[in-house]
């Protein structure tokens, strides 16, 4: 049945939109007493807040000016089913852009010399799931916005301005980490609600022989003897830096004719921009000087690694390895040979590069991937030692059920896609993205403006 909107969109077009996003609530320990300096991660997009001393935090988020309603509603505009209809009475330029919750652009059709007549536009979402869009129709420059529910199955409905804060129809979790507990979830029904959560204390915190003592070693670049050699590594350090506290430390291997300093300057893949207070990042210098590895540099890692564990606090339970390209084939070298240190690995456009790893995979381990369908530069989609190849392998040593889309590209144009595996072993979630484009660590989806990709690898490093 088709609903004519323009009545709908005159009765909202003078009403502001609510505020999308307002969780708030504390965080405490299982005693009651609040935690300070948690994170507080919005699983769906990556929005966060840092507790106060009193526990509290707050996530809000509000739907950019840019979509708000218009005030001149467009008539000819009606919902039919799952699709939005425009129907115009001469050619025109016709645009429609959907946005999420958040704000950001899902979708953008352009006509620049649509036809007379009816034009139908779906509005079901990839995922094929009930979602709140906000959708914006353009003719000849004149716009109008307005909210509609996408049902996900065929359907759609109107909502009114109001509504957006009674939504219901929600399925999302909040994260909390903080220093000493373990990681606690809560899920949410509503994007406007208290949530509070209460972590444990963490179950197998493993401490290095560097905590409770004064630290003996500080951000800058650093240098060992590892194989007979002097070989370098920078290293960020917390400011403050608090000696009773067990840190996560994350390796950040640099691409090919990379130096250390240069994944240090890119914040060691924006990873730094994510928690500078309860992570330690330490970026290897190849022995080039140019991110050119060897397995060789397995055992350069190892050293490092003691030499931290020794100078500084580290949770030895929250090790992990990121980088691009060759970096990738180091982070991967190090998931096929250490995977009883590291806690997980989570890379950019990477394979077994320096020939480190075994036929046949025997340890499972955490691993997140992500893939560029230009990443094989010639090389056999089949080769044992592609990325695509690799990552089935650690499915299937983590026990996670095979998935064989996993590695199929998204046409040109369209946004990545993620395979989260299902079933695996308790402790090794397993997911991998691909999308469409050359070989790179910020991809960016079409009509986005930032890289999806780090914020996701963060996002699984921060589960743990």
């Known amino acids: 049945m088709r609903t004519s909107l323009a009545f709908w969109l005159a009765v909202l077009a003078w009403e502001p939109f609510a505020q999308s996003i307002d969780l708030h609530g504390l965080v405490t320990n299982k005693a009651g007493k609040p935690v300070a300096n948690a994170i507080v991660v919005l699983q769906s997009n990556g929005l966060k807040d840092t507790s106060a001393s009193d526990g509290s935090y707050s996530i809000t988020q509000g739907v950019p000016s840019s979509i708000s309603p218009s005030v001149h509603p467009i008539q000819g505009i009606s ?13 025109s330029s016709l645009q429609v852009e959907l946005f999420d919750l958040a704000g950001n652009s899902l979708k953008r ?11 139908r536009f779906p509005l079901a979402t990839s995922s094929g799931k009930a979602a709140l869009l906000f959708v914006r129709v353009s003719v000849d420059g004149q716009s109008t916005s307005f909210r509609c529910l996408s049902l996900g199955s065929g359907g759609s409905t109107l909502v009114g301005s109001g509504s957006a804060r009674a939504f219901a129809a929600v399925a999302d979790t909040l994260v909390a980490s903080a220093a000493g507990y373990a990681t606690g979830k809560v899920a949410i029904s509503s994007y406007d609600q208290t949530a509070n959560i209460v972590l444990d204390t963490a179950v197998a915190a493993d401490r290095s022989a560097g905590c409770d003592i004064a630290p003996t070693l500080n951000s800058g670049a650093l240098s060992l003897q590892s194989g007979g050699q002097t070989r370098k590594y920078i290293l960020k350090v917390p400011t403050p830096y608090d000696k009773t506290q067990a ?10 004719g990379s130096s250390a300093q240069s994944v240090a300057d890119r914040n060691y893949f924006t990873m730094a921009t994510y928690d500078a207070k309860n992570t330690v990042f330490a970026a290897p210098d190849a022995v080039n000087g140019a991110g050119t590895w060897s397995n060789a540099d397995v055992a350069f890692t190892d050293d490092i690694l003691a030499q931290l564990e020794g100078g500084l606090c580290i949770d030895k339970t929250r090790i992990f390895a990121t980088g691009f390209s060759f970096g990738a084939g180091m982070s991967m070298a190090l998931a096929c040979t250490r995977a009883d240190v590291f806690r997980a690995v989570a890379f950019f456009s990477g394979a077994d590069l320096t020939s480190s790893c075994p036929t046949t995979l025997t340890r499972p381990i955490a691993y997140y991937a992500s893939q560029a369908s230009q990443d094989a530069n010639g090389l056999s ?14 499915a299937a040593v ?5 998935e064989p889309a996993s590695t199929t590209y998204p046409a040109a144009g369209k946004a990545h896609t993620c ?3 299902k079933n695996c072993s308790a402790g090794h979630p397993t997911e ?23 914020p996701e690898a963060w996002k699984f490093i921060a589960q743990f």
């Open 398 to 402: 983590n026990g996670c059920t095979a």
């Open 109 to 119: 059709d352009v006509l620049q010399y649509a036809v007379e007549g009816t034009h």
């Open 381 to 394: 989609p089949t080769s044992p030692i592609t990325g695509e190849m690799k990552q089935a392998q650690f």
């Open 432 to 454: 991998y993205c691909v999308f469409n484009g050359p070989h790179g660590w910020e991809p960016v989806d079409p009509g986005q403006t930032t890289s999806w990709d780090p």
């Open 79 to 91: 919902l039919d089913g799952g699709a939005l209809v425009v129907a115009l009475d001469h050619p």
């Open 419 to 421: 395979t989260i595996y």
């Open 247 to 256: 840190y996560r430390l994350v390796f950040a291997f640099a691409e090919s």
